[in-house]
């Protein structure tokens, strides 16, 4: 189920615009959220929403015309993408880039790309400032509400199990290796068969969380289909709010990672992945706090006490 801020490319512009005043927690959630709409958007509309994370500045100062020769598409396609991204026109979209572009920081050279003459010590600042930008966007396009449904259905006393394949399935372990600790059974697939043949005996009650960057891997949609068919709660930590996964479940995660040089896509998201899954974590700890601890201090001492000497 599709919430909050990714709605509205499904709404009308007067059901749902960004309001160009309101605070941000990060000076990158418009760009952001524009970044995570990429992959779903037509080939016009994407040139444009290319140049409003690239210089979202630049875009704000062009006009419709000038706008249009930059992306080599007609001002209709513009005025169609200011809409489809939630804004009743681009005189709308202008002002909210401009406000953006007003509390972003000012460029630094930490946000280019890492080339064969940095040094040691560059790398590392591009790095921690890559990863610094990919913790704060996922912070701003994490929906609260989205997060306490899964948070409730993973409390509950159903099966959980949870797949992710190659860079994903990491994150899918370090969740079920979380959960495991404080006392919640579940299961981490790796492979679609797995996940496939446990997706089936799933029922109502049952969790099947999804872990992909793209959001369109045939390894958990087919398991993600079949877990929902079953009536199974169904849950996606994606990058991309409007993929096929994140259109088939229940509750959508959106993480935001940025691509680097030598970290594309999927390796490039698992940061961001993995602070959705500790704020999955914690909340799923909190609300089931008694158990928690209990099971936290029962396997700390058990660990303590196997150490030699």
Same mark, same amino acid.
């Given at each position: 189920?599709?919430?909050?801020?990714?709605?509205?490319?499904?709404?009308?512009?007067?059901?749902?615009?960004?309001?160009?005043?309101?605070?941000?927690?990060?000076?990158?959630?418009?760009?952001?959220?524009?970044?995570?709409? /990429?992959?779903? /958007?037509?080939?016009?509309?994407?040139?444009?929403?290319?140049?409003?994370?690239?210089?979202?500045?630049?875009?704000?100062?062009?006009?419709?015309?000038?706008?249009?020769?930059?992306?080599?598409?007609?001002?209709?396609?513009?005025?169609?993408?200011?809409?489809?991204?939630?804004?009743?026109?681009?005189?709308?979209? *202008?002002?909210?880039?401009?406000?953006?572009?007003?509390?972003?920081?000012?460029?630094?050279?930490? #946000?280019?790309?890492?080339?064969?003459?940095?040094?040691?010590?560059?790398?590392?600042?591009?790095?921690?400032?890559?990863?610094?930008?990919?913790?704060?966007?996922?912070?701003? +396009?994490?929906?609260?509400?989205?997060?306490?449904?899964?948070?409730?259905?993973?409390?509950?006393?159903? +099966?959980?199990?949870?797949?992710?394949?190659?860079?994903?399935?990491?994150?899918?372990?370090?969740?079920?290796?979380? /959960?495991?600790?404080?006392?919640? !059974?579940?299961?981490?697939?790796?492979?679609?068969?797995?996940?496939?043949? #446990?997706?089936?005996?799933?029922?109502?009650?049952?969790?099947? /969380?999804?872990?992909?960057?793209?959001?369109?891997?045939?390894?958990?949609?087919?398991?993600?289909?079949?877990?929902?068919? &079953?009536?199974?709660?169904?849950? %996606?930590?994606?990058?991309? !709010?409007? #993929?096929?996964?994140?259109?088939?479940?229940?509750?959508?995660?959106?993480?935001?990672?940025? &691509?680097?040089?030598?970290?594309?896509?999927?390796?490039?998201?698992?940061?961001?992945?993995?602070?959705?899954?500790?704020?999955?974590? %914690?909340?799923?700890?909190?609300?089931?706090?008694?158990? #928690?601890?209990?099971?936290?201090?029962?396997?700390?001492?058990?660990?303590?006490?196997? *150490? !030699?000497?």
């Amino acid at each position: 189920m599709l919430c909050g801020v990714y709605q509205i490319v499904q709404e009308s512009p007067t059901d749902r615009s960004w309001d160009a005043t309101a605070p941000s927690d990060s000076a990158d959630a418009l760009t952001a959220m524009v970044r995570g709409l /990429l992959p779903s /958007l037509t080939p016009a509309a994407a040139r444009i929403a290319s140049l409003i994370v690239e210089d979202p500045a630049q875009v704000a100062r062009s006009t419709i015309s000038e706008l249009s020769a930059l992306a080599g598409t007609s001002e209709s396609s513009i005025v169609r993408t200011a809409r489809a991204l939630g804004f009743a026109g681009y005189p709308e979209l *202008r002002l909210a880039l401009a406000a953006a572009a007003a509390r972003q920081a000012p460029r630094s050279e930490l #946000s280019s790309g890492i080339t064969p003459e940095d040094s040691a010590a560059e790398v590392i600042g591009k790095i921690v400032h890559t990863e610094s930008q990919a913790v704060q966007e996922t912070a701003s +396009q994490l929906d609260p509400a989205e997060l306490d449904a899964a948070v409730r259905a993973v409390c509950g006393g159903g +099966q959980l199990h949870i797949a992710g394949v190659g860079a994903s399935g990491l994150v899918a372990q370090d969740l079920q290796q979380k /959960l495991a600790r404080i006392g919640r !059974p579940c299961h981490a697939h790796g492979d679609s068969q797995s996940a496939l043949t #446990s997706a089936v005996l799933l029922g109502p009650g049952d969790v099947f /969380l999804a872990v992909s960057h793209s959001g369109e891997s045939r390894d958990v949609l087919e398991p993600l289909r079949r877990a929902a068919a &079953e009536g199974a709660t169904t849950v %996606v930590i994606t990058n991309h !709010p409007l #993929s096929t996964a994140a259109r088939l479940a229940d509750h959508v995660l959106v993480s935001a990672g940025r &691509e680097t040089t030598f970290r594309p896509g999927a390796m490039a998201s698992r940061i961001s992945q993995l602070v959705v899954v500790d704020c999955l974590f %914690v909340c799923v700890a909190q609300r089931t706090f008694d158990r #928690s601890s209990r099971a936290l201090r029962l396997t700390h001492q058990a660990l303590e006490s196997d *150490r !030699p000497g």
